[in-house]
């Protein structure tokens, strides 16, 4: 990874999800976003794409696995899963980035709907996920005075730009994640968003809910160990 990031800057992300998009899988994404900090895979994205963009940008990429993985995960022979070269799965873990020094934690998949993907989960499930990352989230409150600043998952939580239908229906347990460990932002995909005056992004308790279908920049400000704050950028990062 070329030069390391000035400590005073804005964090900027550029999250993608659910689709291709051309205006980002292209040779000039470099020129475009060359002050991109670190990459987000909320699901349902080809590996091929998250590797050209860490290819490309030359920064950390880490994702999230949707319900739909075919095209993300490739299978060998054996059966053995294959995850994108040079990016770090984030599904059921909590990561401090070295780069940016942003505390993340992943949600995969959706709610359980039908047998046709192995990424589908019980709330049961999710909430368990959740009480495994405790440990990790107790000790960034003592060692970095927070619990997480990112929460990235493929679906949003329940009643928070979810829908009624069931596979698309928001994890209720995501709710208590946030109220409990309030990260400044959770970025998530899922919901396929078509009208640019449909609501993308809703407060709940003290953090900033982001649908990036199908890719959204994002930056965020922070003091030392400070929790970061959002502040509104333009669509493409150099505008």
């Known amino acids: 990874m070329s030069d390391a990031r000035a400590p005073d800057k804005p964090i900027r992300l550029l999250a993608v999800s659910d689709t291709v998009d051309p205006r980002i899988h292209t040779a000039t994404v470099r020129q475009r976003m060359e002050n991109i900090d670190i990459v ?7 590996a091929r794409y998250l590797e050209f963009l860490a290819d490309a940008l030359d920064r950390p990429v880490y994702f999230v696995l949707g319900n739909h993985t075919e095209e993300l995960v490739r299978k060998g022979a054996a059966g053995k899963r294959y995850e994108p070269m040079g990016c770090i799965d984030l599904g059921g873990k909590v990561r401090r980035d070295e780069y940016t020094g942003l505390i993340m934690a992943g949600f995969p998949g959706s709610p359980r709907y039908s047998r046709e993907s192995d990424q589908q989960y019980s709330n049961r499930e999710i909430t368990w996920m959740m009480y495994r990352m405790i440990p990790r989230l107790v000790y960034n409150r003592l060692r970095h005075g927070r619990y997480l600043d990112v ?14 239908d069931l596979p ?4 209720p347990p995501l709710r208590r994640f946030l109220s409990w460990f309030k990260p400044t932002v959770h970025l998530h995909g899922h919901i396929h968003i078509y009208d640019r005056n449909e609501q993308v992004e809703t407060p709940f308790c003290e953090t900033l809910v982001i649908n990036v279908y199908p890719y959204r920049t994002i930056a965020l400000t922070a003091e030392h160990h400070a929790r970061p704050t959002m502040f509104r950028e333009s669509d493409t990062t150099n505008g």
């Open 40 to 46: 987000i895979g909320c699901g349902d994205v080809p």
């Open 151 to 164: 929460l990235i998952t493929h679906t949003p939580p329940r009643h928070v730009n979810d829908r009624e």
């Open 168 to 171: 698309h229906r928001g994890f």
